[in-house]
């Protein structure tokens, strides 16, 4: 198929849609119709690719001619700057499906509403984030059903939800588990089921270190009048994470917005280290020529690659694309700097979309070779067999954040990996082995800490969030 035949088949396309249909997709208007907005994107990102298509086919010609009075040039710039007209509207429309504006941070006010929430633990805690759906829009927040969510929320937290309360989810960084859970168990007896309660605070450090993904979930708890979910979780076993992707479960989270409540130097510094590993997956998963939408939604899909939830229809299937329109703003705070930094990266509005990336095998063999310690040696192993070689001699470099860096000396192993046209393949096969088990084990651990019907209460409302998005698609 030519580029002209692609002009065609677009034409055609549009042609035969008809009434409110054809003002949606071609215009934008009576968005507040069910599933209009839905509709829009769909027609957008239809088009989005059909133009990438065709541009790709117009470059083709031109290194086919050689010629630089070739009509191709035209075509590829008209091609070029659509593409950055369309990733415009599309995030355009995603910002008009939510009230919010994405570009809004927080109030100070509804920080600090939740930093009184932490104090009222008396158990230590080190590290705190708050994430989620009720801390960072999303464009599928009008989704709440009940209104009466929290039982008594001070004013900060009921103008930042409004009329669509969510339930705010947290993660506590703590040194001793054992320490932390024997306070917290005697001031908050009841936030722990009847059977662990008894059992008594050692054996609840050790289910919380010992399974799953290392961290100790309380769903549906009221502190302050406002309903919350925690997480317990070792400072050591979240650094580990975020720099080696053991599980990618606490990483994964800590790839899109979160607010920080309470700081620790070693795991800012790790996190900015998670940060940049994920910008370097996304970027071997991505093409030479992206918009940022798609980057944004590569980053934030990193950790629900293999999610067994997502698998069995436990979640939002369209999860990724909520998260990206309701934070657009939040992830360029988040990605910004450290694109920006990128030698291998530019920036043009002028091309694709805005973003390019050099595709040169030893560019690429660069960024294999510092992908996070977990996935790289599970990605060795892949190549190892499917290449039929061994990476060979392998020396030892100190890389970022202090750790050991295995590679092969010459670097000829990682630009053969960097080469494979099915390397995007490879990682997602990849990502998916790193995150299946732990996520099974940590929902399976979930059910029985949080107790049955806590647990119960969890699964259904997912379930509802997961019917809920499968109707709007």
Not at 270 to 299: D, K
Request: net charge positive; aromatic share 8%; charged share 20%.
């Amino acid at each position: 198929m030519s580029s002209v035949d692609l002009e065609r088949l677009l034409t055609d396309w549009e042609e035969s849609l008809s009434g409110d249909v054809r003002r949606i997709a071609l215009r934008g208007t009576h968005l507040n119709a069910p599933g209009a907005a839905n509709f829009r994107l769909a027609y957008l990102a239809v088009k989005l690719l059909l133009r990438r298509i065709q541009l790709d086919l117009d470059v083709d010609n031109i290194k086919a001619d050689d010629d630089t009075t070739s009509p191709f040039y035209t075509q590829a710039q008209r091609a070029a700057e659509e593409i950055v007209h369309l990733d415009r509207q599309i995030n355009k429309t995603c910002q008009r499906q939510n009230p919010r504006s994405p570009q809004m941070p927080p109030k100070p006010e509804f920080k600090h509403a939740l930093q009184q929430i932490t104090q009222q633990f008396r158990a230590p805690i080190s590290y705190s984030i708050a994430y989620g759906s009720g801390v960072f829009p999303q464009t599928t927040n009008k989704t709440s059903s009940n209104p009466q969510l929290h039982p008594s929320p001070p004013p900060a937290i009921s103008q930042a939800q409004k009329a669509h309360p969510k339930m705010i989810d947290f993660i506590f960084g703590i040194s001793h588990a054992h320490t932390w859970h024997t306070i917290n168990l005697q001031q908050h007896p009841h936030h722990y089921p009847p059977l662990l309660r008894s059992l008594g605070p050692r054996a609840i450090s050790k289910c919380q270190e010992n399974f799953g993904a290392g961290v100790y979930f309380h769903p549906f708890i009221t502190v302050n009048g406002i309903l919350i979910k925690y997480g317990v979780v070792n400072l050591e076993t979240l650094r580990r994470d975020l720099v080696g992707w053991n599980t990618l479960y606490l990483a994964g989270r800590m790839q899109k917005p979160v607010m920080v409540l309470q700081d620790n130097a070693a795991i800012r510094d790790a996190g900015r280290a998670n940060l940049v590993s994920a910008l370097r997956t996304a970027l071997l998963l991505l093409p030479g020529r992206f918009t940022e939408w798609e980057l944004y939604a590569t980053l934030a899909g990193l950790s629900y690659m293999g999610d067994p939830r997502m698998v069995v229809g436990g979640d939002d299937p369209g999860k990724v694309e909520s998260i990206v329109g309701g934070q657009l703003g939040a992830f360029r705070e988040l990605y910004g700097g450290l694109i920006g930094g990128l030698e291998n990266v530019s920036l043009n509005l002028g091309c694709v979309g805005g973003i390019e990336q050099d595709m040169d095998p030893v560019v690429r063999g660069d960024m294999v070779r510092l992908l996070p310690e977990s996935l790289r040696t599970r990605l060795y192993w892949r190549y190892e067999a499917k290449l039929s070689v061994s990476p060979g001699r392998f020396d030892r470099i100190w890389g970022e954040m202090g750790e050991c860096v295995r590679h092969s000396e010459d670097g000829l192993f990682e630009r053969r990996i960097a080469g494979d046209g099915g390397l995007g393949s490879e990682i997602r096969k990849t990502i998916e082995e790193t995150v299946r088990w732990p996520s099974f084990t940590q929902s399976v651990k979930s059910a029985v800490t949080a107790g049955v019907s806590r647990s119960w209460r969890y699964a259904m409302e997912k379930r509802r969030k997961a019917a809920l998005g499968r109707s709007r698609d």
